[in-house]
């Protein structure tokens, strides 16, 4: 069964830094998605990513796709507070059932 | 941009009673889901439905669970006699193409926050 991790779970950081949140999973997939999530709210797709090696870029977001490796990346470019929210991958297993990661609740720091 | 429209948003209910939440898909989208998150935790994958079946479901999609699309336009999820566990936020998805992005994109409705005593 697809499994879907995410790490760091919990990410403090200071605006300006830059960071990596991690998303690994266990069967072969070729589409993965993440979203955002704001407390108390839906899930806004951030990016879609379809084969492998692809890139997306967004303000300072930047999604990659290894299939190989099965890690998809999310890399967050000199942080600012308006980031602040919980990211989700989300892995596409195959047979109309998408997993979802463990989310990363990323908090900016002013 | 199109919306995925879940009503009611919140919904507080006595234990063994019955559910229905309902959800109006995307117009052209033709797979529709059904994700629950429970307070703080990850969004779980409940329940798939394609071409008016399920197509997949989880096990934690048991026969308290049923989904349908009554009018081909509404897609509901009922829960028979809820349990306090089954407090959570209930959200409706629809995939379909996306011009803007260039692919099959699954958008989320704002979801239903249901709360059981």
């Known amino acids: 069964e697809l499994k879907v991790e995410q790490n760091p779970l919990f990410l403090s950081m200071q605006e300006g830094k830059n960071y990596t949140i991690y998303c690994n999973y266990s069967?072969?997939?070729?589409?993965l998605y993440w979203y955002r999530q704001d407390p108390g709210k839906s899930l806004e797709s951030l990016f879609v990513?379809?084969?492998?090696?692809a890139v997306k870029q967004e303000g300072r977001l930047m999604a990659s796709l290894d299939t190989k490796a099965r890690l998809s990346t999310l890399h967050i470019t000199a942080a600012v507070h308006d980031l602040s929210a919980t990211y989700f991958c989300?892995?596409?297993?195959?047979?109309?059932?998408?997993?979802f990661g463990t989310g990363t609740r990323l908090k900016v720091l002013a | 941009e199109p919306e995925v429209t879940q009503t009611p948003s919140h919904q507080v209910t006595q234990m063994g009673q019955e559910v229905i939440l309902r959800c109006v898909p995307i117009s052209n989208h033709l797979y529709f889901y059904w994700y629950r998150q429970i307070l703080g935790q990850k969004v779980e994958f409940l329940v798939s439905f394609y071409n008016n079946e399920i197509s997949e479901k989880s096990e934690i999609f048991d026969d308290q669970f049923s989904v349908e699309r009554p009018d081909g336009s509404n897609f509901t999820l009922k829960i028979r006699s809820t349990k306090l566990e089954d407090s959570a936020m209930y959200f409706c998805?629809?995939?379909?193409?996306?011009w803007g992005t260039g692919a099959n994109v699954l958008t989320f409705g704002a979801g239903s926050r249901l709360t059981v005593l």
């Open positions: 990513l379809l084969s492998n090696g």
């Open positions: 069967t072969t997939s070729d589409r």
């Open positions: 998805a629809s995939q379909g193409w996306s």
């Open positions: 989300a892995v596409d297993g195959g047979t109309y059932k998408y997993i």
